[in-house]
């Protein structure tokens, strides 16, 4: 019998792609709530005839593997130490940028913001611990999201994408993960074009990454490389239903008008991260908050310059 919690990730960025950047359980531990890979390989069916009806046995023919995984949100501790979750942004095909804000010397915040360049796209090296095995992937790519409930902590979840190394009997490793709390999603401080303050209880962001895997009859599982190769970011929340003369949600959505959307997870220094979307309405509707009228909200993320309809700061 083996348990379900005894399970660890680890995440590196690799330096050439597909290579193994063998993480470390002290300095690339991530804490997850759930990591759950499964294979996504081509299963080839045998429609070869015989004497009976019974059916031949097939094969499968490899391919990638797919890692569901689930996280707290959470900063570093220390402004001047990227976190660890962002390498899982910079997989995402997010750039990551160093910001010494004030000019003195230091830096005080990590700056996510997201890339068009598919050469620049980064990759991982994953080590997921299942009590007593080990599964090793490389050439990971990632699809985010994001989900903040008030009360609650917030959560990015990561489908992960990329090759199986290897796969070995080995124990869970003792490790050492960020000394940093989850941030649970109060003080919001949201703002809609740096004006109007929104009542809402929620808030999702997915950017639903299109992860295309290169097929190549050389390659030994028939795949050679695993791309990022378009997104659709998308989202929701539900504010307060107010009359038009203070928001009108309406007009916005009938104009195509876009919005710029900020709201704040976290408080302290080093456990702080705020997020900046350019948000256009794509649909308008009424809810029911226990008897509170609300609008339901979803909405795509654009552009306006490119690759700045998310933004994403640890501070």
Known sequence: MRAARLTVLLAKIEDTYG??????????AIPVVSADPSPDYKFLE???????????????????????????IRGSGDKTKEPRLGRLLEAASFSKEAVDSDGDGYVDAYKYRLTSDMEAQKSLTVYLYKDGEL??????????????????????????VGKLAERVEAPVPAVEYEST?????????CKIDNTYSPRFS??????NNQITAIEDANSPDGIWKVFITDRKPSGSFDPLAVKPSEYDFLTKFQNGDVADLKFTLGKEEGNKVEIEAKIQ????????R???????????????TGDDELVIWFK
């Open 19 to 28: 290579v193994d950047a063998v993480p470390d359980p002290l300095k690339d």
């Open 46 to 72: 045998n429609d070869e005839l015989s004497p009976t009806l019974s059916k031949r046995p097939g094969m499968s023919a490899g391919g990638t593997w797919r890692i569901e995984v689930k996280t707290k």
């Open 135 to 160: 599964y090793k992937f490389v050439g990971c790519k990632v699809d985010p999201s994001l989900d903040a409930n008030v009360r609650e902590l917030g959560e990015f979840s990561f489908t992960v």
């Open 181 to 189: 709390k989850p941030i649970a999603f109060v003080d919001a401080l």
């Open 202 to 207: 929620k808030v999702s962001i997915g950017l």
């Open 281 to 288: 309405l794509s649909d308008f509707k009424f809810g029911d």
């Open 290 to 304: 226990e008897g509170v009228l609300t609008n339901e909200l979803p909405f795509n993320l654009v552009t306006n």
